[in-house]
């Protein structure tokens, strides 16, 4: 099933009380979009760069949506992608072929799947 962004846009307007994500003013640059690729090594999908860019970052509920801080991702914490997933490999937590974006207080993992979108230079 395809959603539109136009689509999603909709559903959050309807729940603004469960929905708290930034603006396009909290927007994640191209500048670190480009850097966590190159250190995730692989490009992230269009519709999460969307989201990255439209909301920055947020929570659904009180579960926290990971986002690019904009800060070194080897001293940033918390919901930056690329700090959770360097920590994930480095902990045998995920695999190589997931990039998780949420994980709940009741041991809920949400993650994108990738598929062979992986760059050469990652560290």
Excluded at 81 to 107: P, W
Aim: aromatic share 8%.
């Amino acid at each position: 099933m395809n959603v539109t962004a136009q689509q999603v846009e909709e559903l959050i307007s309807l729940h603004p009380d469960v929905v708290c994500f930034g603006s396009e003013a909290d927007r994640v640059s191209d500048g670190w979009i480009k850097r966590a690729e190159e250190r995730l090594g692989l490009a992230l999908s269009e519709s999460y760069k969307w989201f990255l860019r439209t909301y920055a970052g947020g929570e659904i509920g009180a579960e926290e949506i990971y986002s690019i801080y904009g800060v070194d991702f080897d001293s940033v914490n918390r919901g930056d992608i690329v700090y959770q997933h360097i920590v994930g490999m480095k902990n045998n937590l995920v695999g190589g072929k997931e990039l998780v974006i949420s994980e709940t207080d009741m041991g809920e993992v949400f993650s994108l799947i990738i598929q062979g979108l992986k760059m050469t230079n990652a560290q």
